[in-house]
């Protein structure tokens, strides 16, 4: 079992920036893969970043590349989603969840835990 708790969501003017942070706990985090996705209302949940525990690589959705970082401190067991130059379009509810199902990092079904998700909202 693997509990993932989410927090930094909020309200932000385009071109701001937010930190989102996911608390994870019941599994060796430092040897879990993790992924941040989103939902925006009326649209389907997207793929937005991945972080792979074994060599600390990551990959992001082109719509946040060159915006966004995902990050993790092993010892806090915490994954991090640094969010820069925001725009409107990147409102959604914004999901950690841990790779735990194999298949392509890019699907949620390769997800088996995911948190309660954060709001993130950004104004025009």
């Known amino acids: 079992q693997v509990q993932l708790v989410e927090s930094g969501g909020g309200l932000v003017q385009a071109g701001g920036s937010l930190r989102l942070s996911c608390a994870a706990s019941?599994?060796?985090?430092?040897?879990?893969?993790m992924g941040w996705f989103r939902q925006a209302p009326g649209k389907e949940r997207e793929f937005v970043a991945f972080?792979?525990?074994?060599?600390?690589?990551?990959r992001y959705a082109d719509s946040v590349k060159g915006r966004f970082t995902i990050s993790r401190d092993n010892a806090k067991n915490t994954v991090y989603l640094q969010m820069n130059s925001l725009k409107p379009e990147d409102t959604a509810v914004y999901y950690c969840?841990?790779?735990?199902?194999?298949?392509?990092?890019?699907?949620?079904?390769?997800?088996?835990?995911w948190g309660q998700g954060t709001q993130v909202t950004v104004s025009s």
């Open positions: 972080s792979r525990w074994s060599d600390g690589s990551t």
């Open positions: 969840a841990a790779y735990t199902a194999g298949g392509s990092y890019y699907a949620s079904a390769g997800y088996g835990y």
């Open positions: 019941g599994r060796t985090f430092s040897s879990t893969s």
